[in-house]
Every structure is written in C-alpha cells, then in structure tokens.
C-alpha cells in the first residue's frame, strides 16, 4: 500500500533552478532506494539520481555538478535540486520507491506518475 507523488515540474530558461519532490505512503513498505529517472519523447526512460538508505547516492554523467538527490529524515521523501538547467533536461521525471514488504520481505517498486520539466533555450 504505498503511494508515491511527484512534484515541482515547471517551465524554466537555461540556467535556471527547479526543485523536485517526491513523497512514498504507506505501511507495508521498507524503502531501500529511491530515485528519479527521466524520459524524453522518443527516448528510453534513463536514471538521473539515486539515493539508497544509507545516503549512497548516485548520478548520470550529464547531471553530475548540477543536479543534487536528497532524503527527508524519515527516508520517505526525496528531493531533486536542478541547478543550472539545460534544454535537453526537458522530459518527464518520475520517481522510483524500491523496497521491501515487511509481511514478506519480497522486493518491490513503485512509480510515481511523473511531473513535466521543460527548459527553454
């Protein structure tokens, strides 16, 4: 039972800065990793940034230095700092919540339903 909501998409110019949030619900889920991911028209759906419980973060070569993936102090929501904003950011970002059920321990993953970033050159 876990519910994860994207927001903070907007319209912004090169260079500009939008902040992105994700928030996971639920009772039956014990996050290990959360992350965005991004897809453009046309193209495959790629990771931007990752965190993982401990704090273990990872990035796309073409958001490092300017892109910044940080959790709340629950682990339940995580954040995106975008910083000095390219046109080809432009894309739909979604989250990722993995996890594991605590009835089972099985692995689990939900998408939000992603929140539209678009950068004017």
């Not at 319209?11 to 453009?40: F, H, K, P």
């Not at 940080?70 to 739909?92: C, G, I």
């Not at 059920?101 to 998408?111: K, M």
């Amino acid at each position: 039972h876990v519910q994860v909501v994207e927001s903070g998409g907007g319209l912004v110019q090169a260079g500009g800065s939008l902040r992105l949030s994700c928030e996971a619900s639920g009772t039956d889920l014990a996050i290990n990793v959360m992350g965005w991911y991004r897809q453009a028209p046309g193209k495959q759906r790629e990771l931007v940034a990752a965190i993982g419980r401990r704090g273990t973060t990872n990035y796309a070569d073409s958001v490092k230095g300017r892109f910044t993936i940080t959790p709340d102090s629950a682990k339940t929501a995580v954040y995106l700092q975008m910083n000095s904003l390219k046109p080809e950011d432009t894309a739909v970002y979604y989250c990722k919540v993995t996890g594991e059920r605590y009835t089972d321990d099985s692995s689990r993953t939900f998408w939000g339903q992603g929140t539209q970033v678009t950068v004017s050159s």
